[in-house]
């Protein structure tokens, strides 16, 4: 077993990958992707549906044949030596991909025979598991009556019965109650601190903001890379509230406006993301002319940006030309 | 190739197997069925065919020829009437299959020679037709039968035995079980591999075991094992069945049967695989089956003889593994041969298994594109 304590797994670098691209016929799934992840951390791969994320996850585990690019992965080169890989890393499919009709034991067993864990070690890993994940009042269970929660904690043993250096997780948590999902991610941390590198994807802002790293694909390409709060601090002085008694109206004025990228209402205010070249006091000037030129009364105030508007701000971006354009 | 492996894709197929109930229940009820089937229905020796008779002769001459039309069995009296009109009547309206006019003046035509008896026919079944050529050859002394009854040109009358060359033993069960056992087992093995790689597929599973260590080879193979005793016990049960219903006899070496039909059970697991392969869908796969399942049991000889066949259909049917099981299983069955007497049909089996086991294994890349 290669356990996340042998020497080649001690590199900074999990996951290299440059020039990353994935065509499907005419369409360009993934579009120039580079990515570096770091080791022993939780990678987060931010995206609405349909960005490319599941397809970069199935190449760089080696899954999906890249159409160009290079990736390393734990220093091995994909997909050259992806079968070599395959004993390294942990992959949890966005659909659930255990057998619904082998009970949660026997789905256990089969995944541990087949990754060439021997009788005796799998029984007392399994065991393990059951009690990690509390299964135990449960092993005899067919999977496939396994509620949402449940079946995504199965797939995550099944996923580290063979002590990955890496585990892939593809949106584990979209069909999953938000209870079962902290649980979840409770889970993934206790194996990133055990030394696992965590690469999972998500649509989710809140679990988004809980990765240590964070990559956002929209369309096929990288659009913004980094900690959640480098990402939201530089957005510094771009998102502004505006309180105010008629937000419907406010709101109409506003999206007209260029220079104004986003506006959300929440409740009576609205929350307003300002356009790149805008430092907060032109965007604060802008907003307040264009509010009293219609009329209105608003009261406009500068807030810390968050992770929705770092969001917003990477996927509203202009224009931009294929890279991988054939 | 891990042992582990491999013998945990095997079981896994088996306990799946065991909860699933349709295919589990699949495995005896198509072998049963078929052979009820087979054996009692669809019997192409026809037998007990309504028939009218109409003698009008009333001689102990023209009783005895009816007497002895009768004895063939091919033929039930279930009305006895005046005139061959009443006959005629009868057969339009589908009370009788066959009737049978004796003239009154049976003795006079006996003594000249001339056609002494009438078989009148329902030609709308080709199956009574053939019985009326039966009975046309049924001899009388000193006649020669009706030449315009609807039969081929009447044999010489006389000491020729016609019950002897219409045996009845021929074409009946005995020689449908043998190459029933072929029947079956490709229909249910190329089916059950069939459907199998496809369901992994369908059902998101094979995501995950393409993203393990486990090689092509070990899930074909392991995929491919439970059913080779699946298949064995298929065979157990039509052996068993037809000894029993049928008194189909063994009459070379038990073990040659089984090693003939393992040899078939894995040509036919290989095709299944193959199928696997290539299907996107249960559904297609099911359909693929069809398009093997077909020729098979048209060309293969089981239901109509290889010899009779164009040219054409014959090398089509050289490619299908049932033809050569269906040579080799009636040689060892009915003729009491050993698998070494029928080495070209062993090896083509077994050459085929090979070239389609490669092709699948080939095939089946581990990407999901």
Known sequence: ?326 | MSWRRLWAITTKELRQLRRDRVSLGMIVGIPVIQLVLFGYAINTNVRGIAAGIADQARTSASRALVMDMLATDVVAPVARVETPQQLMVMIRRGEIGVGIVVPPDFEQRRHDGRPVAQVLVDGSDTAVQAVAAQLAQVPVDGAVPDPRAPARSTPPEGAISVVSFYNPERRSAVNIVPGLIGVILTMTMVMFTGIAIVREHERGNMELLIATPLTSAELMIGKVLPYIAIGLLQVSVILALGRWLFAVPVRGSLFDVYVAAGLLIVANLALGLLISTRARSQFQAMQMTMFVFLPSILLSGFLFPFAGMPRIAQWLAEVLPLTHFVRLIRGVMLRGAGLAELWVEVVALAGFTFVMMSVAILRFRKWLD
């Open chain 1, 1 to 326: 077993m290669n356990a996340p304590s042998s020497p080649g797994s001690r590199a900074d670098t999990a996951i290299r990958a440059r020039g990353l691209c994935k065509r499907f016929g005419k369409l360009l799934a993934v579009d120039d992707v580079d990515l570096t992840v770091p080791a022993r951390q939780v990678y987060g791969f931010l995206g609405p549906n349909g960005s490319g994320k599941s397809t970069t996850i199935r190449m760089l585990c080696g899954l999906l044949l890249p159409s160009a690019g290079e990736i390393e992965v734990l220093g091995l080169e994909v997909p050259k030596q992806a079968e070599v890989l395959r004993s390294r890393v942990g992959y949890m499919t966005q659909k659930f991909s255990l057998f619904d009709d082998l009970s949660v034991r026997e789905n256990l067993e089969f995944i541990a025979a087949v990754q060439g864990i021997s009788r005796v070690v799998a029984k007392t890993r399994i065991d393990e598991l059951l009690v990690r994940y509390r299964f135990e009042g449960r092993q005899h269970q067919l999977a496939g009556t396994l509620s949402g929660g449940w079946r995504q904690r199965l797939a995550l043993a099944c996923a580290v019965i063979h002590r990955p250096e890496l585990l892939f997780l593809d949106e584990p948590t979209s069909a999953v109650d938000p209870e079962s999902r902290r649980d979840f991610w409770e889970q993934l941390f206790m194996l990133a601190d055990a030394g696992t590198t965590i690469m999972v994807s998500t649509h989710l802002m809140d679990e988004a903001e809980r990765c240590h790293r964070l990559a956002i694909l929209d369309r096929g390409r990288l659009v913004a890379d980094g900690t959640p709060p480098e990402l939201a601090s530089a957005l510094a002085g771009r998102t502004l509230l505006i309180e105010t008694d008629a937000p419907r109206r406010v709101h109409e004025v506003l999206a007209g406006i260029a220079g104004v990228l986003s506006v959300v209402q929440v409740g009576n205010s609205l929350r307003v993301l300002a356009g790149e070249a805008a430092d907060s006091a032109q965007a604060q000037q802008l907003i307040e002319t264009a509010i009293a030129s219609a009329g209105q009364r608003a009261q406009v105030s500068v807030v810390a940006p968050n992770l929705e508007d770092v969001f917003v701000a990477a996927t509203r971006n202009e224009a931009r030309r294929p890279t991988c354009a054939a």
